[in-house]
């Protein structure tokens, strides 16, 4: 209900500004509702949006049930967008010979590009925090060096692009393509398998108390370098996908801060793969109305600020339902 209530109060903030900038706010919410739910090439985007949102917020989450933080799904997203890319550019043949072994190379690169903070932290204790977000600006980098270098689009003149991918994921709904559905059953999936599978009651309890679950014969070690090499293996999937089924070659800046925004999406799930669907549906019919709002003059500028709005008001609202006052707490000055 907190959140709801959070929901209405940034829509009135934000309704209130717009009306001082000169922008209807009636008028323009139901171009939104027009433009996203109200049509099917909105429901197209949607999707389109909310399929790397899915895996990027279910590769943070899984991270956070035994206590790390993936901060570096941008980076794995890249990496595994490169190793995919590179597959289709070396590799001949047809889709159905293709596709597997581009989806393989896509988990392997985000695999890959965890795997130095993944034994860091396990081996070190070096905090992941720190050296997963570090490699987002290396993997960016690395994009924009093979997309303007070595593997930039001489055929177009493209100058931060591959050319097209000579294969791509089949589409199932209009630009929807089949892996939006894969993304869905891979996060229910990966739900079950913490939820009912012991490996998944091992990292729960090595999250909830590492100490206990050392005492109990768990391998804790072990348990961390698993669940971070499957973060990063779900986050370079979702770049396979972004190269193979939406924008079908790579690019660069074509993360489209899907890495940052799984963050987010895995707050607002609270833990709970089954609810990075919805968190992710949220997310994702926010970034579809702020290409609407874009479209009435309104500066990205703006767009990115009622974004946050939205999403802090969110996140307060969310804090607050979560919050339950100590049993027994005194208040200051009241004691006897």
Not at 167 to 196: N, Y
Not at 219 to 225: D, E, T
């Amino acid at each position: 209900m907190l959140r709801l209530a959070a929901i209405v109060l940034s829509l009135c903030i934000i309704a209130g500004v717009l009306a001082l900038s000169g922008h209807s706010p009636v008028v323009l919410a139901e171009l939104i509702l027009r433009s996203t739910l109200g049509s099917r090439f909105g429901l197209e985007d949607l999707a389109l949006f909310m399929c790397p949102l899915l895996l990027t917020g279910a590769a943070v989450t899984v991270c956070g049930t035994i206590g790390l933080w993936n901060i570096g799904a941008e980076g794995q997203f890249y990496a595994g967008a490169i190793a995919a890319t590179g597959v289709a550019l070396g590799l001949h043949g047809p889709a159905i010979m293709v596709l597997p072994v581009m989806t393989i190379a896509g988990i392997l690169g985000g695999m890959a590009w965890i795997a130095v903070p993944t034994l860091a932290r396990a081996y070190a204790g070096v905090n992941e925090i720190i050296t997963t977000l570090l490699l987002n600006f290396i993997a960016s980098l690395l994009t924009y060096y093979l997309t303007t270098g070595p593997w930039r689009d001489r055929i177009s003149g493209a100058q931060v692009s591959t050319q097209r991918l000579s294969v791509s994921i089949p589409e199932m709904w209009g630009i929807v393509h089949w892996g939006f559905p894969v993304a869905i059953v891979i996060v229910i999936g990966l739900a079950l398998v913490l939820s009912r599978t012991r490996w998944g009651y091992e990292i729960r309890i090595g999250g909830a108390n590492p100490e206990a679950a050392r005492y109990a014969g768990i391998p804790v070690r072990l348990r961390i370098i698993s669940v971070m090499l499957l973060s990063g293996g779900l986050a370079g999937l979702a770049g396979m996908f972004e190269v193979a089924g939406t924008v079908h070659r790579l690019q660069g800046g074509m993360a489209n801060n899907f890495g940052y925004l799984g963050i987010v999406v895995a707050v607002l799930a609270r833990g709970s793969c089954l609810n990075v669907i919805p968190a992710a549906l949220l997310m994702a019919l926010i970034l579809d109305s702020g290409i609407v709002m874009q479209t009435q003059q309104l500066s990205a500028s703006v767009v990115l600020a009622i974004t946050g709005l939205i999403l802090f008001m969110i996140a307060i609202g969310d804090e607050l339902a979560h919050y339950r006052p100590v049993a027994g707490a005194t208040p200051k000055g009241k004691a006897s």
